[in-house]
Structures are given as C-alpha cells and as structure tokens.
C-alpha cells in the first residue's frame, strides 16, 4: 500500500534551516508528482511546492519562493524540502503528498505529517 | 492568485441530514476542483477530482457539482463518520489554492 512518511521536523530559530524528508513506499515513486503542503496550528490547509516526477519542474507558492526548495531522489523513493530563513509564520505541520500523477495537480495520497515550530 | 470561498465556515447537523457546502472560485477553474476530508490529527483525505470525479472508496452518499466558479459538495445523508472539515482546492493554475474549510460537527 502506499506509504509517505515525513521526517526532519522540529524546533528552529527564526533565520536558521531546516531540511524535511518524505520516504515513499508502495508505488512507483518516479511515476508522480510530488507535494509539500503546510497547515500551521488551528489553520487550514497551504499549498508550498510541488517537484514534477522526473524532478524537471518545480514550483512554489509566494510566502516560501527564493527561500525553500524542493526536491528528491527517485533513486532513494525521497523527497525533500530545504527550509532556509525561517520564520515565524511558517511554524506548521508539513506534509507530503502524492500528486494523481506526474504533475496533475491534486493529492490522492498524504502522509501524517511533520511539525515544524519556528520559535526563540 | 486564485482566492478560494467557503461557505458556511461551519455547520452543525445530525446524522441523516443533508448537507451542502459551497465553493467560490475567485477567477474560472474549469473544472479543475478537488475536495478534501480531514478529521482531527488526521492528515486530509482525497475525496474528489475535477468537480465530480470520486475517488475510489468515497460512499455514494457524496456528491458534487459545479455551475461557474461555483463549486458544491453535497452529503445526501450524513453519517457519523462524516463528521469533519472539509476543503475545495483549485488546481488550474499556479500557486494551486485551498478553501479555508468547512466544519461539520455534531448538532
């Protein structure tokens, strides 16, 4: 069955970086699309970033574009989300999600999630 | 961007009732709309594609139209395991946006 198991959360100060993984399992993992996607506490839901299947496109919502990046390794069934220059208001759980296909747009599939607290 | 509407932001019902929520896109989405469930600490469930494509597994009970940038998500009869919040997500365009959700909770 399908698997996205996110790690790399915790607590950082406000500047400072923090990279994210999702392990995938269950699924041809080079065949779809991939997604980060935030829900600060008591919030709704965030779209961040999406990685085309084959790594060849990337896009990003405004709030983290020039400071996250996206990005995985079809060899290892990961994929990754580099935080840099944290703040405040992206204290959320991050959860990984698995696009209907190779860059369709929408998630059949998330992970539980994993806590990120921007805090001093 | 997109902006995505919701309304109510929250309803009480009773098993059995049916309930609509409502979706408003900003700008035209086509039918690029999918929906979501998502149950305290709990990650959200898919539900939907394309205004009206289910995902395999989704009860008959859910239904769901479009008329313009209207979107419609309609339980026919609710259930207890219904009980949640749901969300709209346009996927036509970049930066791909949710609705900020609806709550269903027990009347």
């Known amino acids: 069955q399908v698997q996205l198991v996110e790690s790399g959360g915790g607590v950082v100060q406000p500047g400072r970086s923090l990279r994210l993984s999702c392990a995938a399992s269950?699924?041809?993992?080079?065949?779809?699309?991939m997604h980060w996607v935030r829900q600060a506490p008591g919030k709704g839901l965030d779209w961040v970033a999406v990685?085309?299947?084959?790594?060849?496109?990337?896009f990003y919502a405004d709030s983290v574009k020039g400071r996250f990046s996206i990005s995985r390794d079809n060899s290892k069934n990961t994929m990754y989300l580099q935080m840099d220059s944290l703040r405040a208001e992206d204290t959320a759980v991050y959860f990984c999600a698995r696009d209907y296909g190779q860059g369709a747009g929408y998630f059949d599939y998330w992970g539980q999630g994993t806590l990120v607290t921007v805090s001093s | 961007d997109i902006q995505m509407t919701q309304s109510p932001s929250s309803l009480s019902a009773s098993v059995g009732d049916r309930v609509t929520i409502t979706c408003r896109a900003s700008?035209?989405?086509?039918?690029?709309l999918a929906w979501y469930q998502q149950k305290p600490e709990q990650a959200p469930k898919f539900l939907m594609y394309t205004t009206s494509t289910f995902q395999s597994g989704v009860p008959s009970r859910f239904s769901a139209s479009r008329s313009g940038t209207d979107f419609t998500l309609t339980i026919s009869s609710l259930q207890p395991e219904d009980f949640a919040t749901y969300y709209c997500q346009q996927y036509n365009t970049f930066p791909f946006t949710f609705g900020p959700g609806t709550k269903v909770d027990i009347k």
């Open positions: 269950g699924f041809s993992f080079s065949s779809h699309g």
């Open positions: 700008q035209p989405v086509s039918s690029w």
């Open positions: 990685v085309w299947y084959d790594g060849g496109n990337k």
